[in-house]
């Protein structure tokens, strides 16, 4: 992880960050009590059972949020975006793993100052409040996706809500790999793929630069298989 100078005009040596959550919050921002880092692809932004000093906002890249089960498996709860708000749980210690899915620049605020934080700027309570209230959201649906859904119900949803969460319309060029998205949907590789293949041939999507592209031939049908 690069770090950035700290507000105090002092700098924090790269080998003590290789946690966000093991060292103090480095760099300058929009906001007192916060800081700039940096993770690289597939770096760890802070692991479960970690205390949960900070909570973040991504600035840039994606981050994914998730734990590994008892058998092995791997669970992906969520994809966090760029405005997104990620990290800032009911108790001490962070119950999920959170790492970059690709490049990302995050902001760390300090839980304890969550309170001053929103006191003394309502305009960025505001904003917090909303991202966290749409994270909420998203979680619901992602619990009945999980349980009620086909793996064509369910990578139709995928693809609608990235298209609707980065700019580009109907154009969506997924950060994550597909190993990712099968963990997220409760699929297996193998699925993902064969189910990607077969709605390019029924018309539902096209795919470009190595499957990381999806363009939205028929968004209608897929909204139907969303509903």
Same mark, same amino acid.
């Given at each position: ?12 040596? &790269?080998a003590?960050?290789?946690r966000?959550?093991?060292?103090m919050?480095r760099g300058?921002?929009e906001?007192q009590? &916060?800081a700039?880092? $940096?993770?690289a692809r597939?770096?760890?932004?802070f ?5 949960g ?7 840039s890249?994606?981050v ?5 089960l008892?058998?092995?498996r791997?669970q #992906? ?9 990620f990290?800032?749980? +009911? ?8 790492e970059?899915v690709?490049d990302?620049?995050? #902001?760390?605020y300090?839980r304890s100052r969550f309170?001053?934080?929103?006191h003394d700027d309502?305009?960025?309570g505001?904003?917090l409040m909303? +991202?966290?209230?749409? +994270?909420?959201?998203?979680?619901h649906?992602?619990?009945v996706?999980l ?6 119900e369910? #990578? ?7 298209a +609707?969460r980065r700019p580009?319309a109907d ?5 994550m790999?597909?190993t990712?998205i099968?963990d997220?949907l409760?699929?297996t590789i ?5 189910t990607?293949?077969?709605m390019?041939r029924?018309g539902l999507i $096209?795919l470009a630069?190595?499957?990381?592209t999806v #363009?939205l031939?028929? $968004? ?6 969303d509903?």
């Open positions: 992880m690069q770090t950035f100078t700290a507000t105090s005009g002092s700098r924090i040596p &790269a003590l960050a290789m966000a959550a093991a060292a919050p300058a921002d906001v009590h &916060a700039r880092q $940096r993770f597939g770096e760890e932004v692991a479960e059972g970690d205390a000093t900070f909570f973040y906002k991504v600035v890249g994606t994914r949020t998730g734990k590994l008892a058998d092995g791997r #992906i709860d969520a994809f966090h975006l760029a405005g997104d708000v990290g800032l749980e +009911s108790g001490d210690r962070h119950r999920f793993t959170a970059a690709d990302v620049v995050v #902001i760390a300090r309170a001053s934080l929103v309502p305009e960025f505001e904003l909303a +991202s966290m209230l749409t +994270s909420l959201d998203r979680a649906d992602h619990m996706l349980g009620r859904k086909t793996a064509l369910k #990578i139709a949803s995928f693809l609608l809500d990235m +609707s580009g154009k969506v060029v997924l950060p790999q597909r990712d099968a997220h409760g699929l193998e699925t993902v793929s064969r990607l293949t077969q390019v029924d $096209r630069e190595a499957g990381r #363009i031939a028929d $968004r209608a049908a897929l909204q139907l298989l509903a």
